[in-house]
Nanobody, 128 residues
Framework: QVQLVESGGGLVQAGGSLRLSCAAS????????MGWFRQAPGKEREFVAA????????YYVDSVKGRFTISRDNAKNTVYLQMSSLKPEDTAVYYC?????????????????????WGQGTQVTVSS
């Protein structure tokens, strides 16, 4: 089993920055991709960003490109989501997911069903 714990959420003003962390533990050696998703009240959970453990290839949803950066520290089994220029529409619960499936297309990792494990989520609130 893989356990994922998100942290770093909180309240921030529009235009501010926040860094989320996702610490992975357990049998993490089989995971291939780590992803960040978010879910706002009344909305479906949506893809934000993903990164491969081995090569560090990254994928982003268009709405966060240039503002968010996903990264990973393999030694610490931790992935990060650096969020800058935050907007009120970024307000959501942010979830970290781990995928054990290897695919050639990055689009695959924008889907919820690509991920095998999920964290509990961390709340990000951006005030206007």
């Amino acid at each position: 089993q893989v356990q994922l714990v998100e942290s770093g959420g909180g309240l921030v003003q529009a235009g501010g920055s926040l860094r989320l962390s996702c610490a992975a533990s357990g049998r993490t050696f089989n995971s291939y991709v780590m992803g960040w998703f978010r879910q706002a009240p009344g909305k479906e959970r949506e893809f934000v960003a993903a990164i491969t453990w081995s090569g560090g290839r990254t994928y982003y949803v268009d709405s966060v490109k240039g503002r968010f950066t996903i990264s990973r520290d393999n030694a610490k089994n931790t992935v990060y989501l650096q969020m800058s220029s935050l907007k009120p529409e970024d307000t959501a619960v942010y979830y970290c997911g781990a995928s054990l499936t290897r695919r050639y297309s990055g689009n695959y990792y924008s889907s919820l069903d690509a991920y095998d494990y999920w964290g509990q989520g961390t709340q990000v609130t951006v005030s206007s």
